[in-house]
């Protein structure tokens, strides 16, 4: 991959970020507690377990490494990171 075509990837996945968060209230609604892959600001796949959206994703012919992969909440819940440990 060109450098150029690296900075593309980058834009469109940081748009397909913005996406998800101007739909956030619509997408809590239909995809609460479930994963979600967007690409080119387009749901491409939906599950309950991430691997199987992976697997989705690679059955359309899409790179998963270039696919926007995110957990949508319910209104209620609370997600906690942790810091890897060194």
């Known amino acids: ?12 996945m940081e748009e397909d970020s913005s996406f998800i968060s101007e ?4 997408f809590g609604q239909k995809y609460a507690k479930k994963f979600i892959a967007v690409k080119d600001k387009q749901v491409v796949a939906i599950g309950e377990d991430f691997e199987k959206v992976i697997e ?8 998963p490494s270039l696919v926007l992969v995110q957990y949508i909440p319910t ?3 609370i997600i906690f990171c942790q810091e890897p440990s060194e």
């Not at 989705?56 to 790179?63: C, F, N, S, T």
């Open 1 to 12: 991959m060109t450098e150029q075509q690296l900075l593309n990837e980058f834009k469109s």
């Open 23 to 26: 739909k956030s209230v619509e």
């Open 56 to 63: 989705e994703v690679k059955q359309k012919g899409l790179d």
């Open 75 to 77: 209104k209620d819940e």
